[in-house]
């Protein structure tokens, strides 16, 4: 069995009672950095042995993995922060899984889009999710694209490239569209700003430089 396991994007206590019980009852936790997860497995009291398991060496890890969970061993996947698989490491060792008729269970959880997409009031019935954008090539195709999308779309970005990327959403969208910026979610200086792309470029270049994690939420086109 491999479970993927949602951890915190913030707050420590946004863990489930369940992915505890899990983490603590695998042979072996997956891990995108050990040293993060180290710190999340010691507040939960988790002794559970730690393997690194990250964009850098999944092609070189994944047949040794899948081969110990065929021989019936469970194992859980976490990332540094949110759930496993979104804009992060695990797709390919989940459908390797798949093909090889391993179980795969993924625990309800944290991850960092749904929260800013529901207190952005801007409509979510129906929404899409595009994580990270390229970085220079086709970045400008995928913002002409989502431009014209009539429904509302989620972005992940740096906060070093938070204004270029809203300058560059104003170039697309124009600058009356609605937009929010979430940002340090469930943090301690959590923030949630939903104003037009121009007010929001005005209040971002007023501040010093952000921090934080950042998901900018976009409305769709009228």
């Known amino acids: ?53 990250h964009a850098h060496n999944e092609h070189k890890v994944l047949d040794d993995i899948v081969a110990q969970l065929e021989s019936g061993a469970d194992y859980a996947l976490v990332t540094d922060a949110g759930t496993p698989g979104i804009s992060d490491p695990g797709f390919l060792l989940v459908r390797a899984c798949v093909e090889k008729s391993i179980k795969v269970e993924c625990l309800p959880g944290a991850t960092a889009f749904i929260p800013a997409l529901v207190a952005s009031g801007i409509p979510c019935d ?16 995928r913002l002409k694209y989502l431009a014209e999308l009539p429904n509302t779309f989620v972005l992940y970005e740096s906060p070093y490239r938070l204004i270029k990327c ?45 921090k934080g994690e950042i998901v900018v939420v976009v409305a769709g086109s009228e």
């Open 1 to 53: 069995m491999l479970y993927m396991v949602p951890t915190p994007i913030g707050n420590l206590e946004d863990m489930t009672y369940k992915a505890v019980r899990i983490l603590a009852e695998v042979q072996l936790i997956l891990a995108e950095d050990t040293r993060t997860s180290k710190r999340l497995m010691d507040h939960y009291n988790i002794e559970t042995p730690l393997r690194s398991f």
């Open 126 to 141: 129906r929404f899409h999710y595009e994580g990270f954008l390229p970085h220079k090539k086709g970045r400008q195709t």
């Open 166 to 210: 809203l300058e560059e959403l104003k170039e697309h969208c124009g600058g009356e569209r609605k937009a929010c910026v979430c940002r340090e979610l469930t943090k301690l200086h959590e923030e949630v700003n939903t104003n037009s792309i121009d007010a929001l470029i005005e209040d971002f270049k007023a501040r010093p430089a952000v």
